[in-house]
């Protein structure tokens, strides 16, 4: 099925630890992003990337990195987990020039103890 | 910063009402967009209404965009179980890279 496929869809994490949360999509988007959820906050940008080799921070990046080495991936790294980071995270995709709706993964939910 | 804030936080109303959700949002855009999350589940993109457009219709939503005031609704009509779920607005900015920035939802409860 095409869309957007995110892994692992739980993780628990001790403090200090590092992982990658894995984002593909295969619609040929040349935009993607990664977002946050937290209880009574929305989605919050961390990182995003408007094709490969492009990558820009959002509204939250501290503790992220990411990368896009290619059109189809786009993962995210968690350099040495904090509770703070306990959310659930999703990944979405677009297709280049604005005004079209993104796509959504089922989303990844992390908890840092 | 969030840009959008929806009103209500939380509707709850029996099956066969209409259901109308509002959002605000601070700075110009270039479209609006409005998207459902089943509980525990990734968001669904319902609509996008572009900032030169007053109203649009997809099946029984109807959304609706005044940028004089910042603001849209949602308005789900005819309203079924189904429908119970979290509803988030989300603005694209008109300049720069294209971004979403969200506001924080309305949970919808159909009985």
């Known amino acids: 099925n095409a869309g957007v496929t995110q892994t692992p869809k739980f993780q628990v994490l001790k403090t200090g630890q590092s992982m990658t949360l894995q984002c593909a999509q295969d619609?040929?988007?040349?935009?993607m992003s990664w977002y946050r959820q937290d209880p009574g906050m929305g989605l919050r940008l961390i990182h995003y990337?408007?094709?490969?080799?492009?990558?820009d921070q959002g509204e939250v990046p501290n503790g992220y990195n990411v990368s896009r080495s290619t059109t189809e991936d786009f993962p995210l790294r968690l350099l040495s987990a904090a509770p703070s980071q306990t959310s659930v995270y999703f990944c979405?995709?677009?297709?280049?020039?604005?005004?079209?709706?993104?796509?959504f993964g089922s989303g990844t939910r992390l908890t840092v103890v | 910063s969030q840009q959008g804030e929806e009103d209500p936080q939380a509707l709850s109303i029996q099956e066969g009402e209409n259901a109308t959700m509002n959002c605000s949002y601070k700075?110009?855009?270039?479209?609006l967009q409005w998207y459902r999350q089943n509980s525990g589940r990734g968001l669904v993109h319902l609509i996008l209404?572009?900032?030169?457009?007053r109203e649009k219709h997809s099946g029984r939503l109807r959304v609706t965009l005044d940028t004089s005031k910042k603001s849209s609704s949602l308005l789900i009509t005819a309203s079924r179980a189904a429908d119970t779920a979290s509803y988030f607005c989300?603005?694209?900015?008109?300049?720069?890279?294209?971004?979403?920035?969200f506001g924080k939802g309305t949970m919808l409860l159909v009985s």
């Open positions: 700075t110009s855009i270039n479209n």
């Open positions: 979405a995709s677009s297709t280049q020039g604005g005004g079209h709706g993104y796509t």
């Open positions: 989300a603005t694209e900015g008109n300049s720069g890279y294209s971004t979403l920035t």
């Open positions: 990337s408007v094709g490969a080799g492009i990558t």
């Open positions: 209404i572009r900032s030169n457009e």
């Open positions: 619609m040929n988007h040349e935009y």
